[in-house]
């Protein structure tokens, strides 16, 4: 059985905007892995607290969601946009580098808080970051192949 590895894609998703752009980043990559998308994949904070549940306990189910598929996966995308870098895009690429899995960026935004570029906390954690979607998808099909993408199962 052939399944693809496994890709988390960490970006901001607090408008329209941003929602409807993680959508069509994720549809883009599923061709070449599985992607957990967290406002799809997981639990968003907002509706576990319209449904009804404690602010403090939804806090840990998206917590506690989002953490088990970082360590499920084999790699982090993270999406560097907008003036400041998102807080939970940050703390997942830090998890994510701390317990060792690749972490690529994205950064289409020219907006920076630092005069020199990113902070070097994220830059450091970012084995790659690419600045347009030409450039990334180039460098993962030709550093996953497709040997490289599918890993294969022997068991039956």
């Not at 990559?29 to 319209?50: A, C, M, T, W």
């Not at 995308?77 to 003036?83: D, E, F, S, V």
């Not at 600045?131 to 550093?143: A, G, I, R, V, Y």
């Amino acid at each position: 059985m052939n399944s693809k590895k496994r890709v988390y894609l960490a970006a901001p998703l607090f408008n329209e905007m941003e929602l409807n752009y993680n959508k069509s980043m994720a549809k883009k990559l599923s061709q070449y892995f599985d992607v957990f998308l967290p406002q799809e994949d997981g639990l968003l904070l907002r509706n576990l607290i319209k449904a009804g549940l404690p602010h403090e306990r939804a806090e840990r189910m998206v917590f506690d969601a989002d953490i088990q598929a970082m360590k499920e996966s084999d790699m982090l995308i993270a999406i560097l946009n907008g003036a400041h870098i998102d807080e939970g895009v940050a703390f997942e690429l830090g998890f994510s580098h701390a317990t060792g899995k690749r972490c690529i960026g994205f950064k289409t935004d020219i907006r920076q808080a630092l005069p020199t570029g990113n902070n070097p906390m994220i830059q450091q954690s970012c084995e790659r970051i690419f600045d347009s979607e030409e450039t990334l998808f180039k460098w993962l099909t030709k550093n996953f192949k497709q040997a490289e993408i599918f890993s294969t199962d022997t068991t039956d």
